[in-house]
């Protein structure tokens, strides 16, 4: 639970449990998973705190915010799900919960019958806004590390990410 301090770190705990059991060889590699995905939580508590007061999820901020980023303010679905790294079914979930705050709105592709495009409203802009500057405030601008740990641990992530075949 985010916030519980402890008098010890219970991933260490777990490296020496690990190497006790016989798995030292791999330990390294379960304090790198779990360190990760206790981070991930850790971070995702502190985003969805800052976002509670705008209704948003980090994924349906992340489709407005991309919205709002493109020139025209609207994108087809399956290119949205792209550039978002996420299941065209994600991305139609998080449209039907925006378009039920009036934040977007699906409308038919001009040239491309084919296409449906979501498109960002004037509430939508006027919320992601507001949103991205608290999660400026209350979360970007102080991640809980100094500058050159936050480029190694980018530059770290971004070496796992090309490696498991992100991009």
């Not at 007061?53 to 290119?79: V, W």
């Not at 949205?80 to 449209?95: E, M, N």
């Amino acid at each position: 639970m985010a916030g519980r301090s402890m008098d010890f770190d219970p991933i260490a705990e777990a490296r020496e449990n690990w190497t006790q059991a016989g798995w030292g060889e791999v330990a390294d590699g379960m304090v790198a998973v779990t360190s990760v995905m206790r981070a991930h939580q850790i971070l995702l508590a502190r985003v969805e705190a800052a976002l509670r007061p705008y209704d948003l999820s980090f994924s349906r901020f992340e489709l407005l915010r991309l919205l709002a980023f493109s020139r025209q303010g609207s994108l087809p679905i399956t290119k949205a799900s792209d550039r978002l790294q996420v299941h065209v079914t994600s991305v139609t979930h998080a449209i039907r919960r925006l378009e039920e705050g009036g934040l977007v709105r699906r409308v038919p592709h001009p040239t491309d019958g084919r296409t449906t495009l979501v498109e960002i409203t004037e509430l939508g802009r006027k919320t992601v806004g507001e949103a991205t500057e608290t999660l400026n405030s209350e979360v970007f601008g102080n991640v809980g590390m100094s500058d050159d740990e936050m480029t190694g641990l980018v530059g770290a992530i971004q070496s796992l990410r090309k490696h498991n075949g992100d991009f």
